[in-house]
């Protein structure tokens, strides 16, 4: 890989790290050209201290080390994309990231869908809210729902109205991350699963 430590003059290059799992951007360090040959060697992410001025393996004192999945170089060959496994909290304050977010999988809109429902299912009160109304009706209630969704999932499949089997296939899903809620999971427990089969 040929990577341009030479563009700022200082010998460093911007090293993004980014959880292979969950996609989300864990902090960003610099390397030079022995950190980064380091980080090949060891499979532990080694920056360049400007403050140490010295190699620095994160997680030397934590325990808390960067597992190397992949190395990306950028199209100007000056920026790195580092896929990890972070073992532990990767900011030095004990939080997951270096901008004080949880390291959470998220599913972009299915999320934002869930995070709906889970509001729904702690504010039960809410007389205008379908959801709600499935909440307080019971876990038998939202059981049935998924189950006629379910059916109307099949009868759709074997018509050629794609319109229909797509409008029912997502009442499925929305039902069915009810029915996941009411249980006390949600679609991460799920991907669990399937990934434990692998």
């Known amino acids: 890989m040929e990577i341009n430590f030479n563009k700022n003059n200082d010998g460093l290059v911007p090293a993004i790290i980014q959880d292979v799992t969950t996609k989300n951007v864990l902090m960003l360090g610099y390397m030079n050209e022995d950190a980064y040959k380091k980080t090949i060697e060891t499979k532990k992410v080694t920056f360049f201290s400007r403050t140490k001025n010295r190699l620095w393996t994160k997680g030397e004192e934590s325990g808390n080390f960067l597992s190397l999945v992949d190395i ?15 073992i532990g909290p990767t900011c030095h304050t004990g939080s997951d990231t270096c901008w004080n977010e949880n390291n959470e999988q998220s599913f972009g809109f299915l999320t934002t869908l869930e995070n709906t429902i889970q509001d729904r299912k702690e504010n039960q009160d809410n007389e205008k809210s379908y959801v709600a109304s499935l909440f307080r009706k019971g876990i038998n209630k939202v059981a049935q729902k998924v189950g006629e969704e379910a059916v109307e999932v099949v009868i759709e499949a074997k018509d050629d109205n794609e319109k229909l089997f797509l409008d029912e296939s997502a009442d499925l899903l929305f039902h069915y991350l009810i029915l996941l809620q009411a249980k006390g999971y949600k679609l991460n427990d799920i991907v669990k699963v399937l990934k434990s089969r692998g």
């Open 72 to 86: 990306k170089n950028d199209c100007d060959k000056d920026t790195l994309l580092i896929s990890v496994n972070p």
